[in-house]
């Protein structure tokens, strides 16, 4: 059994089990006070450096509403702003839900900076089994299969990036920025040019983010065609206690 336990003060742990600090305070919409999100090195980038409008997500890769943005808003925001060189798009660990998030990112951390991205699609897309597996308590041979499609071959190799201390530090010290910074507690979180907005309102569907960054770059949103309404699920919250058999 592992259980897992969100607590304000808590940092990781040993590696079978995995201690993440958890936020309490409500994530305001819009907030931020325009402070500046320095990108440090090491982050997950796409798009040019000199893009006027900087888009950061918080995100699990567990969570639903982040598949749903990763699956259904993202690749037209890449299409039309971050490949036109109008967005940055960045991308940051926030691990909801403890020990199946940690083991997950630590995964895509280990596959390498060039295959992050590929590796992090592959976690989306197998979002329902990995959650199954957890609960199965197999989650450990369900990453090894997604693993083994991005260079970590061998269990030996899989043991040794779920060992590593430094992507662990990595995952605390981005989730202690998220939460003492920004006030992060759910996911999907974004941070648009030092604004903090939580999954919510128009910030809900691509239109809705293309007229606010047009806004930003004081351009007017191309007419898109209407597409069939669609169920957003809700932002995921840490829990305060899950237990995986």
Not at 31 to 39: D, E, K, R
Not at 67 to 73: R, V
Request: charged share 20%.
């Amino acid at each position: 059994m592992i259980m897992t336990v969100f607590s304000r003060r808590t940092a990781f742990a040993a590696v079978s089990v995995l201690l993440l600090v958890a936020c309490n305070k409500p994530a305001a919409t819009g907030t931020g006070g325009g402070q500046t999100a320095a990108i440090a090195a090491g982050e997950h980038v796409k798009g040019s450096d000199a893009a006027p409008v900087t888009l950061i997500e918080y995100a699990s890769p567990t969570c639903p509403a982040c598949k749903y943005f990763h699956d259904s808003i993202l690749p037209d925001l890449e299409e039309n702003y971050v490949a036109t060189g109008k967005v940055k798009f960045v991308f940051r660990e926030y691990p909801v839900h403890g020990d199946v998030d940690v083991a997950a990112y630590v995964l895509a951390l280990c596959s390498g900076d060039d295959n992050f991205f590929a590796t992090l699609d592959d976690l989306f897309a197998n979002q329902s089994g990995i959650v199954d597996a957890a609960r199965s308590g197999v989650l450990k041979a369900t990453l090894q299969t997604i693993g083994k499609r991005h260079g970590i071959e061998t269990e030996a190799q899989f043991d040794a990036c779920m060992e590593n201390r430094a992507y662990r530090e990595v995952l605390a010290d981005k989730y202690q920025v998220a939460t003492d910074k920004w006030n992060v507690n759910s996911t999907p979180t974004f941070i648009i040019n030092g604004e903090e907005f939580t999954f919510e309102g128009d910030l809900r569907s691509y239109d809705g983010f293309a007229k606010y960054i047009d806004g930003l770059i004081g351009e007017t949103p191309a007419a898109q065609e209407a597409a069939p309404a669609e169920e957003t699920p809700a932002a995921d919250a840490p829990a305060t206690e899950t237990t995986d058999q």
